[in-house]
């Protein structure tokens, strides 16, 4: 006998139970209620998402594939397979753990495809680490990803970090795989072929993670220990013997489709590979290997237990496939056949006896929601600023400091040396330039990859905000001379049910939708947390954008640090007096105001394409993207992120035409800063004319020190030895401080 | 150049395994086979290589598992003969489990895994491993683990010093190693065991190619 209790307890409402008895025109049975809860949650079932992702664009200047759980794009004979997803709430609760899972998870999104993984990065947020709270669950997250990670031997070749308060309380932990397959060797998650076996290999089923997508992931939660036990527990020596024998079962052909036990663990691998290859599932629970005693069947169709994929395999090959497994001493079971009747049935361990039989539709079709959504009251009144309401600085000097330490603007060394960034021989740039480029072995090309949001743009203007994200990743893209390929998205929002906070998701779907039909870039997976909230409110809308960019010649790479004294430097795009939601704004005058930065997305087009035609034709020896800081900062960047060869600058050719806070430290967007030898000066600017790109020489490279002046004037002028120290140890000395 | 027959050891949870056969095989051209840890004997090689990685998780302690897989007796008897082995970090933590090197591997200092470049001196240029090398050269080589601060005792150092082992000395101590020790032979010489990865810096496309001249030499050398 279900109760409300019962399905309350398991997330679902009182109407979704009333759909459920309509649909099945009979009570469900315990094990059938558990399946819909976890199906039907706003994790597994985009519930809320589902009507707004359609408008996603999902073809673009490259041949892009969507699959199940992934999805990629096709370069010559190869697909490149990659995705993006969210751990953010196990992470709040068990930093270490929810990161580390969070990596496996979505490394297995990229194998089970058949694509051999060659690339992590992430993008992570948490409040500021003045709040012991915070740090710990910054050394707990690069602890996971570092521990998972390194151990499977994927190299983690770049991503971001960001501190705000507003992530207090809810951090953000979004990891993002890449893998490459042989184009025509790609594996499918369904299952079909009436008597064909289905298969249960990896790891064995316990009790973690029960729960841990319809309530952990699909509802605000309140910080506390009582959830711990729904965060999985992650062994990355088991992933990575997962990943050779998936690998060696998928070359044998016997595989007809594959699917990872992740969300929902057994209920979504069955419910959704019978539904995907249009055929039903009978299967017992007798065989599967399970770690604790007297597990009810509903506790192994919903266990989140790591490692453990369903396979569908053509019958009579069932022991080829054991083979490999016994080989890599992981389990490999048959736990039941593929029907015809598009039915999933399971049956009891002990008495054969049926506990679900429902139809695979019912359960993968779950409701979709219309949210109501409404313009939030903060947004007038927030926009409403004015550039001389905030005084001018006297001394630039200490605000490019304060700037070069804020944590999220310092080198994030601390973090990237602890994980593996180098395995596999693939990693030509390594972490810390504007974007980490991977070469593609047997071929002269590379990837280039980034992940990219300024969330405190978003939060000003949605739409705005996610444009900017897009255009930011392809610009980092750009930057080391690739050409913007594809996205992942994984969208991290608060409670849907908010009008406000849905006003927010609308507007970034919107914007990144709007962003990438003008670049003609497909998105090609992702993902969607919601409920990221703390008592305060909900988090800064945070789209993050995973991008792949293709660099045509391996020879052709740029890195954002200057090469040689004497290069010319240039500026492309315009600086314009505004500093709305600028990293200055917010750390000099403490305030969140104004509006996002311009984007003309034409400029952004032809300041890219100027710069991307400049690296292929060789003129060019370093390109650094303006972001966070914007122009002093990004220039001290391109002087001193290569520890090894720093090469100091002298500006003295800038238009001081506009407030000089808002030209040193504004963020206006579609700006880059080249730099050049003096005689490939005239063909970068016919490449610029002929793109109608803005182009200013505003001065050149040499020395030990940072100088900008204005005339005779010096505004800033640093030893680089200063700014070095400063910028590469502000992040490990604010994690050291207090300990 | 000669052709040699390298077996790169796989065990459970290595993953420089491709690493090493793709620089001996691709970059070098040499004749490289996988040698499954659950193999017994060692056939028709010049050269072993044990890779890095994480072999059974690094579960217990790094190499303690791994020393009892069935192929360790086969590397020992090989060794024994004068093989050539080389560990190259995991790889070398299991050559001092297994006793064919002298020491012990602890967390580094700082206790937290570091990948990076860094500096190492040559010490030793009269081995197999590094005969293509000039005298004191240093080299750009990458490393990357948790557990790579060597550990012997007074005694022990001495008889490494006595014996020209220390074979490769950091300029910088990344980890906190006994005497900066990064990599070091057995009395033989014939069995190298070290921390920094050369095949990473092997290529043009990577940031270094100091590492070439130690897998040159052992084909130089036989």
């Known amino acids: 006998m279900i109760t409300p209790e019962m399905y309350r307890a398991l997330g679902l409402s009182d109407k979704e139970y009333q759909n459920i008895l309509n649909l099945l025109?009979?009570?469900?049975?315990?094990?059938?209620?558990?399946?819909?809860?976890?199906?039907?949650?706003?994790?597994?079932?985009?519930?809320?998402?589902?009507?707004?992702?359609?408008?996603?664009?999902?073809?673009?200047?490259?041949?892009?594939?969507?699959?199940?759980?992934?999805?990629?794009?096709?370069?010559?004979?190869?697909?490149?397979?990659?995705?993006?997803?969210s751990h953010n709430h196990p992470s709040q609760v068990e930093p270490k753990?929810?990161?580390?899972?969070?990596?496996?998870?979505?490394?297995?999104?990229?194998?089970?495809?058949?694509?051999?993984?060659?690339?992590?990065?992430?993008?992570?947020?948490?409040?500021?680490?003045?709040?012991?709270?915070?740090?710990?669950?910054?050394?707990?997250?690069?602890?996971?990803?570092?521990?998972?990670?390194?151990?499977?031997?994927?190299?983690?070749?770049?991503?971001?970090?960001?501190?705000?308060?507003?992530?207090?309380?809810?951090?953000?932990?979004?990891?993002?795989?890449?893998?490459?397959?042989?184009?025509?060797?790609?594996?499918?998650a369904c299952a079909?072929?009436?008597?064909?076996?289905?298969?249960?290999?990896?790891?064995?089923?316990?009790?973690?993670?029960i729960g841990g997508c319809s309530v952990l992931a699909s509802h605000e939660f309140s910080e506390g220990d009582a959830k711990r036990p729904t965060v999985q527990i992650g062994d990355p020596f088991m992933e990575k013997c997962l990943i050779e024998a998936t690998l060696e079962i998928l070359s044998t052909g016997y595989v007809l489709g594959i699917k990872d036990m992740g969300a929902a663990g057994l209920t979504c691998a069955v419910s959704e590979m019978a539904s995907d290859g249009e055929s039903g599932i009978d299967m017992e629970l007798c065989n599967i290997p399970l770690r604790e005693k007297n597990m009810e069947p509903w506790e192994i169709m919903v266990s989140e237990s790591q490692e453990r994929m369903l396979v569908c395999v053509k019958a009579g090959k069932e022991k080829t496939i054991n083979d490999i497994f016994s080989k890599w001493d992981l389990n490999a079971v048959t736990i039941g056949k593929v029907t015809k009747d598009k039915i999933v049935r399971i049956r009891d361990r002990d008495n054969g006896k049926i506990l679900v039989e429902v139809k695979a539709d019912i359960l993968t079709k779950a409701p979709i929601y219309n949210m109501p959504y409404k313009e939030p009251e903060y947004i007038e009144k927030i926009n409403n600023f004015e550039i001389n309401d905030v005084p001018e600085q006297k001394d630039y000097n200490i605000v490019l400091l304060s700037l070069l330490k804020s944590p999220s603007i310092a080198s994030k060394e601390w973090v990237y040396e602890q994980y593996?960034?180098?395995?596999?021989?693939?990693?030509?740039?390594?972490?810390?330039?504007?974007?980490?480029?991977?070469?593609?072995?047997?071929?002269?090309?590379?990837?280039?990859?980034?992940?990219?949001?300024?969330?405190?743009?978003?939060?000003?203007?949605?739409?705005?905000?996610?444009?900017?994200?897009?255009?930011?990743?392809?610009?980092?893209?750009?930057?080391?001379?690739?050409?913007?390929?594809?996205?992942?998205?994984?969208?991290?929002?608060?409670?849907?049910?908010?009008?406000?906070?849905?006003?927010q998701f609308k507007n970034c779907v919107q914007g990144i939708t709007d962003a990438c039909k003008f670049f003609n870039v497909s998105v090609a997976s992702g993902n969607v947390s919601f409920y990221n909230e703390n008592p305060k409110g909900a988090i800064y809308p945070t789209p993050t954008i995973g991008m792949i960019g293709?660099?045509?010649?391996?020879?052709?790479?740029?890195?954002?640090?200057?090469?040689?004294?004497?290069?010319?430097?240039?500026?492309?795009?315009?600086?314009?007096?505004?500093?709305?939601?600028?990293?200055?704004?917010?750390?000099?005058?403490?305030?969140?105001?104004?509006?996002?930065?311009?984007?003309?997305?034409?400029?952004?087009?032809?300041?890219?394409?100027?710069t991307l035609e400049a690296i292929r034709n060789g003129l060019v020896n370093s390109a650094h993207d303006l972001s966070e800081g914007g122009l002093a900062v990004g220039l001290a960047e391109c002087c001193i992120s290569n520890k090894e060869r720093m090469i100091g600058a002298v500006i003295n050719n800038l238009n001081f035409d506009i407030r000089t806070d808002a030209l040193l430290f504004g963020e206006s967007q579609s700006r880059i800063i080249l730099s050049c030898k003096e005689k490939s000066l005239n063909q970068i600017k016919e490449i610029a004319k002929k793109h109608k790109t803005s182009l200013q020489i505003i001065g050149s490279t040499g020395g030990n020190r940072f100088i900008i002046s204005d005339n005779s004037n010096k505004l800033i002028d640093v030893s680089l030895?200063?700014?070095?120290?400063?910028?590469?140890?502000?992040?490990?000395?604010?994690?050291?401080?207090?300990n | 150049m000669k052709f040699l027959r390298f077996g790169v050891v796989v065990f459970p949870g290595s993953n420089c395994d491709h690493d090493c056969f793709y620089v001996l095989s691709n970059v070098l051209k040499q004749d490289v086979k996988y040698i499954w840890h659950k193999e017994i004997e060692v056939r028709d090689v010049d050269c072993i290589v044990l890779p890095g990685g994480f072999s059974y998780g690094d579960y217990l302690r790094t190499g303690a598992i791994a020393r009892f897989s069935p192929i360790m007796q086969g590397i020992i008897n090989f060794a024994n003969k004068g093989g050539l082995v080389i560990g190259i970090c995991n790889g070398?933590?299991?050559?001092?489990?297994?006793?064919?090197?002298?020491?012990?591997?602890?967390?580094?200092?700082?206790?937290?895994?570091?990948?990076?470049?860094?500096?190492?001196?040559?010490?030793?240029?009269?081995?197999?491993?590094?005969?293509?090398?000039?005298?004191?050269?240093?080299?750009?080589?990458?490393?990357?683990?948790?557990?790579?601060?060597?550990?012997?005792?007074?005694?022990?150092?001495?008889?490494?010093?006595?014996?020209?082992?220390?074979?490769?000395?950091?300029?910088?101590?990344p980890n906190g190693a006994v005497d900066n020790i990064a990599g070091i032979v057995n009395k033989e010489g014939n069995v190298l065991g070290m921390m920094p990865h050369p095949e990473r810096c092997s290529e043009k496309e990577l940031d270094s190619q100091d590492g070439l001249f130690i897998f040159k030499s052992i084909i130089g050398g036989i």
């Not at chain 1, 709305?580 to 104004?594: A, N, P, R």
């Not at chain 2, 240029?125 to 590094?130: A, C, E, I």
Request: aromatic residues 8%; hydrophobic residues 40%.
């Open chain 1, 420 to 503: 593996d960034h180098m395995v596999q021989l693939n990693t030509i740039v390594l972490p810390g330039s504007d974007a980490a480029v991977i070469r593609l072995k047997g071929t002269n090309k590379a990837i280039a990859a980034t992940t990219d949001c300024n969330s405190r743009y978003c939060y000003l203007n949605p739409y705005r905000g996610a444009q900017i994200a897009v255009a930011e990743a392809a610009r980092n893209l750009v930057c080391s001379g690739a050409e913007p390929a594809s996205i992942t998205d994984c969208l991290n929002f608060g409670n849907p049910k908010k009008p406000d906070r849905y006003w």
């Open chain 1, 721 to 738: 030895e200063k700014l070095q120290d400063i910028w590469s140890n502000a992040l490990r000395r604010d994690i050291d401080s207090g």
């Open chain 1, 97 to 188: 753990q929810g990161a580390a899972t969070g990596v496996g998870g979505i490394i297995r999104d990229i194998f089970t495809a058949g694509a051999r993984p060659i690339a992590s990065l992430n993008s992570l947020r948490f409040g500021p680490l003045s709040e012991p709270y915070n740090k710990y669950l910054l050394h707990g997250v690069v602890d996971g990803i570092q521990f998972y990670g390194n151990c499977l031997g994927v190299p983690t070749i770049g991503g971001e970090i960001y501190f705000d308060e507003s992530y207090n309380g809810n951090c953000l932990v979004n990891a993002m795989s890449i893998g490459i397959a042989k184009k025509d060797k790609l594996a499918r």
């Open chain 1, 25 to 85: 025109e009979r009570e469900p049975t315990v094990t059938e209620l558990a399946m819909f809860a976890a199906e039907w949650s706003e994790h597994c079932g985009y519930v809320s998402s589902r009507n707004l992702l359609k408008i996603l664009p999902k073809t673009g200047k490259f041949e892009t594939l969507i699959g199940e759980d992934s999805g990629g794009i096709i370069v010559d004979d190869l697909a490149i397979i990659f995705k993006m997803e």
């Open chain 1, 192 to 209: 079909f072929g009436e008597g064909n076996s289905i298969m249960y290999v990896g790891a064995s089923t316990g009790r973690d993670g």
């Open chain 2, 92 to 173: 070398f933590q299991i050559l001092l489990e297994a006793g064919l090197l002298p020491g012990a591997m602890l967390c580094n200092k700082n206790v937290h895994f570091i990948c990076k470049h860094v500096y190492v001196k040559l010490l030793n240029k009269n081995t197999p491993f590094t005969n293509l090398y000039k005298k004191d050269e240093v080299l750009k080589i990458p490393i990357a683990h948790n557990e790579g601060n060597y550990y012997i005792d007074e005694k022990g150092l001495e008889t490494l010093k006595e014996n020209n082992q220390i074979v490769f000395q950091y300029c910088d101590n």
């Open chain 1, 550 to 610: 293709i660099i045509e010649d391996i020879n052709k790479v740029c890195t954002q640090y200057f090469k040689n004294e004497g290069d010319m430097i240039i500026l492309l795009g315009v600086s314009m007096e505004e500093f709305g939601g600028s990293e200055y704004l917010k750390l000099v005058h403490g305030l969140v105001k104004g509006n996002a930065p311009e984007l003309d997305l034409k400029m952004e087009r032809a300041v890219q394409l100027t």
